[in-house]
C-alpha cells in the first residue's frame, strides 16, 4: 500500500508541473498580440476625412466635342448626352443626391441677343406644362470671356435646406449655352461655382483686325487690303473672309462671304462727327428715290459694342442687304467707322448659312 501512494503522489506532483508548464506557454503567446496592439497606430475614418482627401471625388474634364465646351466636374456626377429634337444638344450631370445640372447647347441663327434669347427661353417655360418659380437675382456675370446673364429661384426651405435652383446663360461663337442647376439643400455650392470657373472652350482662335478681333476657323480664308479711297475722302481697311477659298478681286470687298471694312476719315471728311452721319452719308452713295426705305435697329452685342443693324441697299450693288455699323477711337482719338456685311446677292437671296456666319461674327466681334 506504501508504494502505491507514493507512485500516485508522484504521478500527482508530475501532472501538476506538466500543466504548469503548458500554462505559461499559453500565457505568453496570448501577450504579444497585445503588445504589438499597445504601440500600433490606430486609423478611423475620422482621422481620414479630418484632413480632406475624398478619395471618391476625383475631378475629370468633359469637353463637348462640336463646340469645344470645355470645365472640369468630380467623379460624383454621372455624365450623360443626348441629342434633343430641334438641333439641341442635352449635357447631364447627376450625383444622386439632391444635385442635377442640365446643360442645353443650342445655336443662333437669327443673331438674338442674350436678353432676347432669355426672354424666348422664359415664354417657352411659361407655356409648358410645370409651374416654374419667378427667378430672383438676376445679375450679369463673366464666364470663359463671355458676358452670361445669372440668376436663381427658391422652392422652398430657409437657410442651408432651400431647395431650388439656378440659371446660367451665355452665348460663344453663335451658340447659346444654359446652365441649370436643381438642388435640395446648398451644401454643394462650390462644386457648381468649380464648373463655371473651369469652362474655357478649346479649338478656337482669336483674329486681330486692327482694334477688331473675333473668334474664327483657321481654316477660314482672311484676306486684308487697304486703300485711300480719294473719291469719298477716306481711308479705307478691308478684311475679306470666306469659309472655303476662292479667287477674290483685290481691293474690293466683292466674291466675299464676310467683310469687315474700317473707314478712316481725313481731315477733309472731319463733317462727319458720329455713326449716324456715316451711315446717312455711305447708304447714300448710288442711292435713288426708287429704293426702298432702310431699316435701322439699334442693339449691343455679346461683348458689349454698341452696333446699328441697317437693312436697305448695298451702296454698290443695290441688293437689299443686312449691314452692321459700329465706331471706335483708336490710340490717337482718331474716330474708325465699321462696315460689316455679307455677299450681298447671296444674303438678298436668303442665304440661311450666309445670315448665320454674319450673326456669328458681328455678336462676337469685340473692340480691345
Known sequence: M??????????LISLIFTSGILLGKNLV????????????????PNSVSSIKIPLNETKYGYTHQATGLSFNYLSVYKVTEQPMNGGIDFVSL???????????????????????????????????PLSIPKPIDKKYVTIAGERAMRRR??????????????????????????????????????????????????????????????????????????????????????????KESKTIIPNSEINCDVSIVDYSPWKEQMTILNLDQFIKFISSQGRDETMPTPFINNFVNDKNVSIIKWVGPHPLSGELIESYFFQYSDQTNQLHYVHLFGDPVRISANNVLLKSSVNEIINSVKVN
Open 2 to 11: 506504501k508504494i502505491l501512494k507514493i507512485i500516485f503522489i508522484v504521478l
Open 29 to 44: 503567446s496570448k501577450s504579444n498580440p497585445l503588445t504589438i496592439n499597445k504601440f500600433s497606430p490606430t486609423i478611423t
Open 94 to 128: 447627376n450625383n444622386n443626391d439632391g444635385d442635377k445640372i442640365d446643360i442645353y447647347i443650342s445655336d443662333n441663327p437669327a443673331g438674338k441677343t442674350l436678353d432676347e434669347l432669355v426672354d424666348g427661353f422664359d415664354r417657352e417655360q411659361e407655356a409648358g
Open 153 to 242: 429661384w427658391v422652392e422652398s426651405g430657409t437657410g442651408d435646406n432651400i431647395k431650388g435652383g439656378e440659371e446660367v446663360f451665355f452665348i460663344h461663337n453663335g451658340n447659346f449655352f444654359e446652365f441649370i442647376r436643381f438642388f435640395n439643400n446648398t451644401k454643394r455650392q462650390n462644386e457648381f461655382e468649380d464648373i463655371l470657373q473651369t469652362i474655357t472652350f478649346k479649338g478656337t482662335s482669336i483674329y486681330n483686325f486692327g482694334k477688331i478681333n473675333f473668334p474664327y476657323e483657321k481654316s477660314w480664308q482672311m484676306i486684308e487690303s487697304q486703300r485711300d479711297e480719294k473719291s469719298i475722302n477716306f481711308f479705307i481697311k478691308s478684311l475679306c473672309i470666306n
